[in-house]
């Protein structure tokens, strides 16, 4: 049974650290539905590695080309793009939230 009337696409990302390492990347992880019956999924992983003084990375930098190429997983296996969206995102502090929307969602419209 289909969940959307058109196509539509359920994202979801998280990003984990590891614990008291400047040396080693923040993971990043995107999950996204690739059927209308979201019983198939597509997934990008990607390190994100630590700029200046900071020790981890809160946001996943380049959502652009992480989505870009997700949709065109989408397009390929639906002979169409997603009409929308719906983006589910894990582990982002009240601090935090108002520069990863920014970060993400810029990426994700672009």
């Given amino acids: 049974q289909k969940i ?5 696409m359920i994202v979801g990302a998280d990003v984990t650290h590891f614990t008291r390492s400047d040396k080693k990347p923040s993971i990043a ?27 981890s990375v809160e946001y996943i ?5 992480v989505m870009k190429s ?3 997983e989408f397009g390929n296996t639906n002979k169409c793009l997603p009409g929308k969206i719906i983006y ?8 935090q939230f ?9 990426g994700i419209q672009d």
Avoid: C, H, Q, W
């Fill in 4 to 8: 959307f009337d058109g196509p539509a």
């Fill in 29 to 55: 992880a995107v999950v996204a539905t690739a059927d209308p019956t979201a019983a198939k999924y597509i997934s990008r992983v990607k390190a994100l590695y630590p700029e200046g003084e900071r020790k």
């Fill in 61 to 65: 930098r380049d959502m652009k080309s």
């Fill in 70 to 72: 997700i949709l065109s």
């Fill in 88 to 95: 589910y995102r894990d582990g982002v502090s009240e601090g």
């Fill in 98 to 106: 108002e520069n990863t929307v920014m970060e993400e969602l810029g």
